[in-house]
């Protein structure tokens, strides 16, 4: 075994069912990671957006209960917002920047806070920003969120006492990420038993998706083994242009098969008498000259018989999926034969041919079809024949049919004769010269195409008009 073919068995590639679940899996697994990381996001940003307002409530509330003696010392005026303020160490403090100097609330007595020694903001100018580093009460490092809102003190009514001053309202960042912790631990479980959950949906819905495929293995398996004759037609339509094609093949192959054994039963059939005549001749004592001469007429003969049951086999066989023959070009090499042969009778063909129409099949058997029909209207016709090819509409997804049709202006032929002129060996009129197997080829070649063979009365010249009808193929 070489490297390459080594490398062929091993690393052969997976099964659709193994893909898809793959790739599914895959999707999920990145659309569930990105959906917790928009979640996560969302949530951080909304809860750092309620911190700052809760924050910017706080630092509002104080506003109107701060208050500045003669000498701008700090003195607030009612109880804080909220309890915590004035516990040491709460986690939530309170600090007020004038210029040179500042003042806390009673939490922040204990805990190390950022310096904000000559941080005046402007009036009516915000900030939130964090976390920021601190020193814990117990000195542990730790980090707050901070909001600052300028303002100005309005002197009790002289403007010449104003002076601005700034409220910073921190809060330990532990409470925000508890509930970020909260948050992302719920989702997260949450988010994974979900794509548990779809994993195992998909996985099932998979199988179920492919179960008509596994169905399909099944049956050919079984076609394969000699257990089933073709393939079912109860397949979803995604299914059916398979299944048709492989029954098609199958119906193609038996057909292939019978044609053969018919040929050479035919073949054996037919030699016999040729075989018992020289049996004959041989236990009958002729001398040499009367066996030479019967010799070679059977030998004669036997060669006519098996060059026409070949002919006859090679012109039945036709390929499943073949390449489109032009219609066109077929019969503008047979025409202008057949206008030289019957020139006495100034014949002359026409073409009625839809743009692109195509036959899809052997050439041989397109050359035999056409040669036989336009052959019988050039002998029977006066003055005009008239061939027409056009498209029959197909089902979406399906090659187009065809229909093929030869015109005369001769004497047609009455509809009680139609039967008898389509019979082996029988000509029309006795007169007129032939072996009468032309239109019979013809029935055996729209026979193997599943095609379907007319005679009737042509409208448009009056005489007789052969129409073959092709069915779409796959």
């Not at 790739?23 to 909304?46: C, E, H, K, P, R």
């Not at 794509?195 to 195992?200: P, R, S, V």
């Not at 003969?301 to 036709?318: E, T």
């Given at each position: 075994?070489?490297?390459?073919?080594?490398?062929?068995?091993?690393?052969?590639p997976?099964?659709?069912?193994?893909?898809?679940?793959l790739?599914?899996?895959?999707?999920?697994?990145?659309?569930?990671?990105?959906?917790?990381?928009?979640?996560?996001?969302?949530?951080?940003?909304?809860a750092?957006?309620?911190?700052?307002?809760?924050?910017?409530?706080?630092?509002?509330?104080?506003?109107?209960?701060?208050?500045?003696?003669?000498?701008?010392?700090?003195?607030?005026?009612?109880?804080?917002?909220?309890?915590?303020?004035?516990?040491?160490?709460?986690?939530?403090?309170?600090?007020?920047?004038?210029?040179?100097?500042?003042g806390?609330?009673?939490?922040?007595e204990g805990?190390?806070?950022?310096?904000?020694?000559?941080?005046?903001?402007?009036?009516?100018?915000?900030v939130?920003?964090?976390p920021?580093?601190?020193?814990?009460?117990?000195?542990s490092?730790?980090?707050?969120?901070?909001?600052?809102?300028g303002?100005?003190?309005?002197?009790?009514?002289m403007?010449?006492?104003?002076?601005?001053?700034?409220?910073?309202?921190?809060?330990?960042?532990?409470?925000?990420?508890?509930?970020?912790r909260?948050?992302?631990?719920?989702?997260?479980?949450?988010l994974?038993v979900t794509?548990?959950?779809?994993?195992?949906l998909?996985?099932?819905?998979?199988?179920?998706?492919?179960?008509?495929?596994?169905?399909v293995?099944n049956?050919?398996?079984r076609?394969?083994?000699?257990?089933?004759?073709?393939?079912?037609?109860?397949?979803?339509?995604?299914?059916?242009?398979?299944?048709?094609?492989?029954?098609?093949?199958i119906?193609?192959?038996?057909?292939?098969?019978?044609?053969?054994?018919?040929?050479?039963?035919d073949?054996?059939?037919?030699?016999?008498?040729?075989?018992?005549v020289?049996?004959?001749?041989?236990d009958?004592?002729?001398d040499?000259?009367?066996l030479?001469?019967?010799?070679?007429?059977?030998?004669q003969?036997?060669?006519?018989?098996?060059?026409?049951?070949?002919?006859?086999?090679?012109?039945?066989?036709?390929k499943?999926?073949?390449?489109?023959?032009?219609?066109?070009?077929?019969?503008?090499?047979i025409?202008p034969?057949?206008?030289?042969?019957?020139?006495?009778?100034?014949?002359?063909?026409?073409?009625?041919?839809?743009?692109?129409?195509?036959?899809?099949?052997?050439?041989?058997?397109?050359?035999?079809?056409?040669?036989?029909l336009l052959e019988?209207?050039?002998?029977?016709a006066?003055?005009?024949?008239?061939?027409?090819a056009k498209?029959?509409?197909?089902?979406?997804?399906?090659?187009?049919?065809?229909?093929?049709?030869?015109d005369?202006?001769?004497?047609?032929?009455?509809?009680?004769?139609?039967?008898?002129?389509?019979?082996?060996?029988?000509?029309?009129?006795?007169?007129?010269?032939?072996h009468?197997?032309?239109?019979?080829?013809?029935?055996?070649?729209?026979?193997?195409?599943?095609?379907?063979?007319?005679?009737?009365?042509?409208?448009?010249?009056?005489g007789?008009?052969?129409?073959?009808?092709?069915?779409?193929?796959?």
């Open positions: 075994m070489t490297g390459r073919q080594w490398l062929l068995k091993r690393w052969r997976r099964s659709l069912q193994a893909r898809q679940l790739s599914a899996s895959l999707g999920l697994i990145a659309f569930l990671a990105l959906a917790g990381y928009a979640l996560d996001t969302a949530f951080a940003d909304t750092r957006a309620n911190l700052r307002e809760r924050l910017k409530n706080y630092a509002t509330a104080y506003a109107g209960g701060i208050d500045f003696t003669r000498d701008g010392s700090l003195y607030i005026r009612e109880q804080p917002p909220d309890p915590r303020f004035d516990v040491p160490g709460s986690g939530l403090y309170l600090q007020v920047v004038m210029t040179g100097d500042h806390n609330s009673m939490s922040a805990p190390i806070l950022p310096d904000v020694s000559g941080h005046l903001l402007d009036p009516r100018q915000e939130f920003e964090g920021l580093p601190i020193t814990q009460i117990d000195g490092p730790g980090s707050v969120y901070r909001y600052g809102l303002l100005v003190w309005g002197g009790d009514g403007p010449e006492a104003e002076f601005p001053y700034t409220i910073y309202v921190l809060e330990d960042s532990r409470a925000l990420g508890a509930q970020l909260v948050f992302r631990s719920a989702v997260w479980f949450w994974g794509g548990l959950i779809l994993l195992l998909q996985t099932f819905v998979l199988q179920w998706s492919l179960r008509p495929l596994k169905r293995i049956e050919l398996t076609v394969q083994r000699g257990q089933r004759e073709r393939m079912s037609e109860m397949h979803p339509r995604e299914l059916e242009p398979l299944t048709e094609s492989i029954n098609a093949f119906e193609s192959e038996r057909e292939n098969l019978e044609r053969q054994r018919n040929t050479l039963a073949l054996a059939h037919s030699l016999k008498t040729p075989i018992a020289l049996r004959t001749q041989l009958s004592g002729a040499d000259a009367a030479r001469e019967e010799l070679d007429v059977q030998l003969r036997m060669n006519n018989l098996v060059s026409y049951q070949l002919a006859r086999a090679a012109s039945s066989g036709h499943l999926f073949s390449a489109p023959v032009s219609i066109e070009a077929t019969a503008e090499d025409v034969g057949l206008e030289k042969i019957y020139a006495s009778k100034g014949v002359l063909c026409e073409f009625d041919i839809a743009p692109g129409v195509c036959f899809y099949g052997e050439p041989g058997d397109l050359q035999e079809l056409l040669g036989n019988n209207a050039f002998k029977w006066r003055r005009g024949v008239l061939l027409t498209p029959i509409a197909a089902a979406p997804g399906r090659r187009a049919g065809l229909l093929l049709a030869v005369d202006d001769g004497p047609g032929i009455a509809e009680e004769n139609i039967a008898k002129v389509l019979q082996r060996g029988v000509r029309g009129d006795e007169r007129v010269q032939g009468g197997i032309g239109l019979s080829i013809v029935q055996d070649l729209i026979k193997d195409y599943r095609g379907e063979l007319q005679v009737k009365r042509s409208s448009e010249l009056g007789a008009r052969f129409e073959v009808t092709l069915p779409p193929g796959l």
